[in-house]
């Protein structure tokens, strides 16, 4: 994985200009800890960061390539998991390589069939190529938007990046925010609409989509999205096609000339990973290393809920012990977590998912002293139906974001002032209008099964968003790798279309999937109930966040104050623990939580210098 930047520009000589494409690339330095470069010419500035991954020798970008007497420049961030089988298809039509890295393989497809290349791409993946004869930036994203990808343009300008802070670095885009970003910090937040990147004028390319730009203007379009057809196969085909499906893909997602791990909490998903992954590392002769994360005191803390079930611990540790894996648990303190709330901010460049967000960043902190790569069971959930929201006709009927909870009492904590100004009830409801409006339904399809469709799609397209943006910057803020085995294309079209009542089969959520692994996992783990990532059951934590939350409320200078009623939050902050555990985003952010984001709003505004436009 790596960082890519870039500037195009019709009116200025970029040749003048490298310190600026340089200060960009810098900002993506943890992202691609390895090694720098940049490619300039009078209209385009490309740059990159890299994390070796593959081909350590071969691999370097910008990429520059020539056909036919056109010169093409690549930045590229992602990993594609069918290069072997692009090399052969492009060898046979003449073309020729120099190593062996899924840059080259990628460049050169683009070359060979343009935007039509994405169909064939296995992979996760943000890229940018510049055609110097044509005078022409394309860039495209991957199907499940695990990779990121923003742009704005500025005048003649037109500036892209990894990340927001990159953009945020040239000299010609401000942190500017205005009502509907408000809305997306106060109101979607750590949620964000797909295609908005909160600050003014800045734009994300949305997963599955494409873009083109030049001296006429830019272009977007999508290439890939969900079909809904019948499904044809019984069950025992589509037990098989999953389990084809897994076991394929894990192994290709197991390519690197670094050392891989697997994240393994001890639940269903993550423990399939692993055990697919330890079949492919027995073939050549070696052991899986695997880690856990765990928090300072949950060994007398933690209290089994409705979300959190049963502790990770034991559940990792018999999975390791079965398949013969080289565990090794994280510890996190309290104050560490609570520290890291800050460079979880600047890692994300928002507001995120607090604690949940700090303790991934300390978690993928001392992963990276062992291995550059991990695989993880992110996704799971949302592609085979595993939250309560499927199950639950409370929640499967609600006319709005299952996950978003507690609306009433986060807008009681704002100022009615900025209350008027974002209108936030509207504007939640219009996100929620425009989500269910794209699901592409299917003819004849009952009322509840038709429901569930759209739950399904409001789970990958938007909820899964959320932990994909929290997985790439936690991880990659380390220089760590993660991939996610779930996100293939291939598997997440397929599970799609499989009829509820199969997806449940067994009368358990994700019921498909525990009879895929019913080989290759212990039956009290094929039957575990569902665990989400866990968090710290600590008091000192929420303590420690109250207490911070309350010095901010009594800072003048705080920018947080300007935004939220002083005396409704300290109230909140104060106020008994029945509420303050109540849930008001997903299933694992409760007070505590909320506390923590109101931390880090204040930490963005102040440290972005965000201004209201």
Do not use: H
């Given at each position: 994985m790596c960082g890519i930047s870039g500037w195009i520009d019709w009116q200025k000589n970029l040749t003048q200009e490298r310190k600026i494409v340089e200060t960009m690339n810098r900002t993506l330095a943890d992202r691609g800890p390895?090694?720098?470069g940049t490619w300039i010419s009078p209209r385009a500035a490309i740059a990159h960061r890299r994390l070796i991954v593959v081909d350590p020798e071969g691999g370097g970008q910008p990429m520059v390539r020539s056909r036919a007497g056109k010169t093409y420049v690549i930045t590229y961030n992602g990993e594609l998991y069918n290069t072997a089988e692009l090399q052969q298809e492009l060898t046979?039509?003449?073309?020729?390589?120099?190593?062996?890295?899924?840059?080259?393989a990628l460049l050169q497809a683009f070359i060979e069939w343009g935007p039509g290349c994405l169909d064939r791409l296995n992979g996760?993946?943000?890229?940018?190529?510049?055609?110097?004869?044509?005078?022409?930036?394309?860039?495209?994203?991957?199907?499940?938007?695990?990779?990121?990808?923003?742009?704005?343009?500025?005048?003649?300008?037109?500036?892209?990046?990894?990340?927001?802070?990159?953009i945020l670095a040239h000299p010609l885009v401000q942190a500017e925010i205005d009502a509907e970003g408000l809305a997306e910090v106060f109101i979607m937040g750590p949620a964000r609409t797909p295609g908005h990147a909160v600050f003014r004028n800045i734009k994300e390319l949305k997963q599955g989509h494409w873009l083109r730009h030049n001296q006429w203007g830019t272009n977007v379009r999508r290439y890939w999205a969900l079909e809904s057809r019948p499904h044809t196969d019984d069950l025992d085909t589509t037990v098989e096609t999953v389990r084809g499906l897994l076991e394929d893909t894990i192994e290709r997602q197991l390519v690197a000339d670094v050392p891989v791990c697997t994240l393994l909490s001890g639940g269903l998903d993550s423990s399939a990973v692993t055990a697919l992954a330890v079949d492919v590392f027995k073939q050549r002769g070696k052991a899986l290393r695997t880690y856990s994360v765990g928090y300072d005191g949950d060994e007398f803390y933690f209290k089994a809920n409705e979300f959190e079930p049963t502790a990770d611990a034991p559940w990792a540790r018999q999975v390791s012990d079965f398949l013969g894996t080289q565990h090794h648990v994280v510890r996190v303190g309290t104050e560490e977590l609570v520290r890291s709330l800050v460079p979880a901010v600047r890692a994300r460049d928002l507001p995120g998912m607090a604690d949940v967000d700090a303790s991934l960043y300390l978690f993928s902190s001392e992963i990276k002293k062992k291995d550059t790569v991990g695989l993880s069971g992110e996704a799971a959930d949302e592609v085979f139906g595993g939250y309560p929201w499927f199950r639950r006709n409370e929640e499967v009927y609600a006319d709005n974001f299952p996950w978003t909870r507690m609306v009433g009492k986060r807008v009681g904590l704002l100022k009615p002032e900025l209350t008027a100004y974002i209108r936030p009830e509207q504007y939640l409801a219009a996100r929620y209008e425009e989500a269910v409006a794209e699901v592409p339904r299917l003819p004849g399809e009952d009322p509840h099964a038709a429901r569930l469709r759209q739950i399904s799609y409001l789970s990958i397209t938007r909820f899964m968003q959320v932990l994909l943006d929290r997985k790439d910057r936690m991880t990659m803020a380390v220089g760590l790798e993660v991939r996610v085995p779930y996100c293939d294309h291939r598997l997440v079209e397929y599970a799609w279309n499989i009829p509820w009542a199969m997806k449940f089969c067994d009368r358990t959520e994700k019921g498909i999937l525990r009879r895929a692994l019913r080989d290759v996992l212990p039956e009290n783990v094929l039957q575990r109930r569902k665990s989400p990532y866990p968090k710290t059951h600590n008091p000192a934590y929420t303590t420690t966040v109250r207490d911070w939350l309350l010095e901010i409320l009594k800072d003048p200078g705080s920018p947080l104050r300007r935004f939220v009623d002083v005396g409704a939050v300290r109230s909140f902050a104060e106020?008994?623990?029945?509420?303050?555990?109540?849930?008001?985003?997903?299933?694992?952010?409760t007070g505590p939580q909320l506390m923590a984001y109101l931390i880090q709003v204040d930490t963005w505004l102040r440290e972005y210098r965000v201004t209201i436009s």
């Open positions: 390895d090694a720098a046979a039509r003449g073309y020729t390589f120099r190593g062996y890295s899924d840059t080259e996760i993946f943000a890229f940018a190529v510049w055609s110097e004869a044509d005078q022409s930036l394309f860039m495209a994203r991957d199907r499940l938007g695990v990779k990121p990808l923003f742009y704005a343009e500025r005048g003649s300008a037109f500036i892209f990046g990894s990340e927001l802070k990159a106020g008994n623990a029945a509420e303050i555990n109540l849930p008001w985003f997903g299933q694992l952010m």
